[in-house]
């Protein structure tokens, strides 16, 4: 059974028709590359063990419903006894390793991240819904790519930091989202390693499979025991592990909230902390861009992964000179999309990752229409069972509404205009967060002159999302502090001598 959603507009509609005539055969990527264990334990000091509080959830798939697995809800317990095994491995071995020896471990886990990629890559479009297309060129890729770079920053730190005496901090407590699952492991686990810590790290509830699978990783990688712990649960796990005495780092991705809410917690107790927090990042586009790689890069910006992407570009800021043919190729462009099963390799829209986060997006958008917003989604059949959301693009939007304010987290677009320079750079930096941006023009001096000026962690000219290892990336105000990836990244895992 299939539905069709959005409306085909008048315009264009001979167009639409014959596109949606044109058929495409399936092609899935096998399912039985990755079989899951019924129940998984956590994983404290080297082995999975049951949960002592006795407690069990359910992981599914949101494009299908399907519960794949059963993972243990970590308690106060738990945590405990994993905080314990971090520092034992910390004390015992692992913070005292001639740094060469750290690097080889981290060096095999990147080898076997790859050999094992098609594995993973699976699993992660499974339990979180994104494209297979995504997991496997650029989230399992992304996530090797990072353990292979701070690989080789473990033996150099005296190098990456002269006449400082770089040492570890101890037990990292590391919280994930469910927005690129392994890939966040990545950023976590890489730097913590590479400068000497343990860590306890807990993925987010409806994404906790590929970290599990990450625990046999280790073993083939025979890392040491206790150094990487897993503890998977909700939001009161992760509470736990922010409020444990043992740990000496807390490093959090995820909602602005639940960050604002442990930097209070952890005020005045010397815990140190890092928060990549949510976005709300300007594409800008000025009027000498090349409008074609425009359009592709605004569709990559707030379409790539959902929109589940916390520097998404989900403000749209066209010159007014250019709105219409640009609008009028964006939609073009959306028509063209193809929402559904997440393992099919010609899926671009995968599966919305939780059934709660498609009610927020659709209370935004309703809020967006509510408050005069022009909205427009191309016709697509989006499949009966599971969560799903039509690529949307609101136009006649107003600064003060929601949709240009709060970040949606999913495929939504709101387009507004400008006219000049500083008043692109005006809009643009009206937001409480400060994560990301996006400049298309061709004059190199106007790039220049706008990423001096814009208040975001990151400025992508001419393209967008692209991510690299060697290069930092973090916020600005609400987007949270401290850097991940690059030298930067090493800093917020290193106590020095001052
Ligand atoms: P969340 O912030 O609640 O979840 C992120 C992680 O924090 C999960 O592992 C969760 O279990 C954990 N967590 C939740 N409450 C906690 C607490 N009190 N102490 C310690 N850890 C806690 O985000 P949620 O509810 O999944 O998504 C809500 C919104 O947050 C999204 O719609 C999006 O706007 C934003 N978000 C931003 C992300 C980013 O990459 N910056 C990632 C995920 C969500
Ligand atoms: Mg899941």
């Not at 020896?101 to 790859?114: D, M, N, T, V, W």
């Not at 599966?351 to 005069?372: C, D, F, M, P, Y």
Request: aromatic residues 10%.
């Amino acid at each position: 059974m299939e539905r069709r959603v959005g409306d085909v507009e008048k315009k264009g509609t001979a167009a639409v028709a014959s596109l949606l005539e044109w058929e495409y055969a399936p092609a899935p990527e096998a399912r039985d590359l990755v079989r899951f264990e019924e129940r998984y334990g956590l994983y404290v000091g080297g082995e999975q063990v049951e949960p002592r509080s006795k407690q069990w959830f359910a992981t599914t798939s949101p494009a299908t419903e399907e519960q794949l697995a059963e993972v243990a809800l970590a308690g106060t317990e738990d945590v405990d006894v994993a905080v314990a095994a971090a520092r034992d491995a910390f004390e015992n071995g692992w913070s005292s390793l001639e740094p060469s020896e750290r690097a080889k471990y981290l060096f095999r886990i990147a080898r076997i991240l790859q050999e094992r990629s098609r594995e993973l890559a699976v699993a992660e479009s499974l339990d979180g819904g994104k494209p297979i297309k995504e997991s496997r060129d650029v989230d399992i890729p992304l996530a090797a790519a990072h353990f292979f770079y701070y690989a080789g920053w473990a033996d150099k730190l005296e190098y990456a930091f002269p006449n400082r005496r770089p040492r570890p901090l101890g037990v990292a407590g590391q919280i994930i989202p469910w927005n690129f699952p392994l890939l966040m492991l990545a950023w976590k686990i890489a730097p913590a390693l590479a400068t000497g810590n343990t860590v306890v790290l807990k993925p987010a509830e409806t994404t906790p499979l590929t970290a599990l699978l990450f625990t046999d990783v280790c073993r083939q990688a025979e890392l040491p025991a206790g150094v990487v712990n897993i503890v998977t649960g909700d939001g009161s796990t992760g509470a736990h592990l922010v409020k444990h005495a043992g740990v000496d780092k807390i490093a959090f991705t995820g909602s602005t909230e639940v960050g604002k809410a442990i930097q209070r917690e952890l005020a005045g107790t010397g815990t140190r902390l890092t928060l990549e927090l949510g976005g709300k990042a300007a594409n800008i586009v000025f009027d000498d861009c090349a409008l074609d790689q425009a359009v592709e890069g605004i569709v990559n910006g707030i379409y790539f992964n959902q929109g589940h992407v916390c520097c998404a570009g989900s403000r749209l800021l066209v010159q007014e000179s250019i709105y219409e043919p640009l609008v009028a190729k964006l939609k073009r462009r959306l028509t063209t999309l193809r929402v559904g099963d997440p393992l099919d390799k010609n899926t671009d829209v995968g599966a919305i990752n939780s059934r709660a986060q498609l009610e927020k997006i659709r209370e935004l958008v309703a809020s967006g229409e509510e408050e005069g917003a022009e909205i427009y989604q191309p016709p697509c059949v989006l499949p009966e069972k599971g969560y799903w959301f039509a690529p949307t693009v609101f136009t006649n939007v107003a600064q003060s509404y929601r949709i240009a304010q709060e970040e949606i987290f999913g495929p939504v677009l709101s387009v507004l205009t400008f006219r000049t320079p500083e008043e692109a750079l005006e809009k643009a930096n009206n937001t409480a967060y400060g994560l990301s941006a996006g400049v298309w023009t061709e004059k190199g001096s106007r790039i220049l002159w706008m990423a001096q000026r814009l208040r975001a962690g990151v400025v992508w000219a001419n393209t967008y999302n692209r991510f690299d290892p060697t290069s930092p990336f973090g916020g600005y105000k609400e987007s949270g502090f401290g850097r991940e990836g690059g030298r930067h990244g090493l800093e917020p895992y290193l106590r020095f001598d001052e």
